[in-house]
């Protein structure tokens, strides 16, 4: 089905996509989207609920996925580890009956699909994992296993991640001890071949997300007056990497 073929309203759209195709996979979804129609997206970042927001006024749910994947040359999926964890909620942090009502049609065997006390705590704790998991990478060129097994590795992880979770913190969801814990021991587990998936866009000359995760994330830091020199760093490499590919 495409959007030419929409007629009459879902209970539940689902957005998936990368932020950089954000708008053109909204073009023409108009008549699937009913009074009680409820839209939600699973993608990194913040900036896609606003769009999303102002498109679908009352009909928005938030969600993150937890998944550490890639597709190879052969267009299969190849996962990493075998986290795979669905959350959702309302942005409002209220448990409504049409939000129990997706996390009843999104539970599924093989995935962990829970309802979050507090979304938007959730997705920018996870915004706060990704950018420090794609400046590091990104900025290393590496993955975390070469990159901890060097000296000075752990340690340019941790700072990262201080940086990051301090910016979640000005913004009023500071991260649990359990959280930040579990983020140390992925972003710095010896021997593991995770990179980015920021990272493995920009290597591979695909058209990566930085603006929607590492620049937003920048903008958003300045605002709450918090210094993120690592992350700023970072930032400046990869746009001038990407004015060097277009030039």
């Known amino acids: 089905m495409t959007t030419e073929d929409l007629r009459t309203p879902f209970d539940l759209i689902i957005v998936e996509v990368k932020a950089?195709?954000?708008?053109?996979?909204?073009?023409?979804?108009?008549?699937?989207?009913?009074?009680?129609?409820m839209v939600l997206p699973f993608l990194n970042?913040?900036?896609h609920l606003d769009e999303l927001a102002a498109r679908f006024p009352g009909h928005v749910l938030g969600g993150i996925v937890r998944v550490v994947?890639?597709?190879?040359?052969?267009?299969?999926?190849v996962q990493f580890t075998p986290i795979a964890t669905l959350t959702l909620g309302e942005?409002?942090?209220?448990?409504t009956?049409?939000?129990?009502?997706?996390?009843e049609t999104l539970t599924v065997p093989g995935i962990d699909t829970t309802l979050a006390p507090d979304i938007?705590?959730?997705?920018?704790?996870?915004?706060?994992?990704?950018?420090?998991?794609?400046?590091?990478?990104?900025?290393?060129r590496?993955?975390?296993g070469h990159i901890v097994a060097t000296p000075g590795g752990e340690d340019a992880f941790r700072r990262i991640i201080a940086e990051s979770e301090a910016v979640v913190a000005a913004a009023g969801h500071p991260v649990t001890g359990t959280e930040r814990q579990a983020t140390l021991s992925m972003l710095t587990e010896p021997g593991a071949v995770y990179t980015s998936s920021l990272y493995r866009d920009v290597t591979a000359g695909r058209a990566g997300e930085t603006e929607h995760l590492i620049g937003d994330f920048a903008a958003?830091?300045?605002?709450?007056?918090?210094?993120?020199?690592?992350?700023d760093l970072a930032l400046i490499q990869l746009r001038a990497a990407a004015r060097t590919t277009t030039a």
């Open 69 to 77: 994947t890639t597709v190879d040359e052969a267009g299969r999926i």
């Open 142 to 144: 590496n993955n975390i």
């Open 220 to 231: 958003r830091a300045r605002q709450y007056e918090v210094p993120t020199p690592i992350l």
């Open 120 to 140: 938007t705590a959730s997705m920018r704790h996870k915004w706060a994992f990704i950018v420090a998991s794609g400046v590091a990478t990104c900025l290393l």
């Open 20 to 37: 950089t195709s954000l708008t053109a996979a909204l073009q023409g979804l108009d008549p699937a989207v009913g009074e009680h129609t």
């Open 91 to 95: 942005l409002s942090a209220d448990t």
């Open 45 to 47: 970042g913040m900036a």
């Open 97 to 103: 009956p049409r939000v129990r009502d997706a996390l």
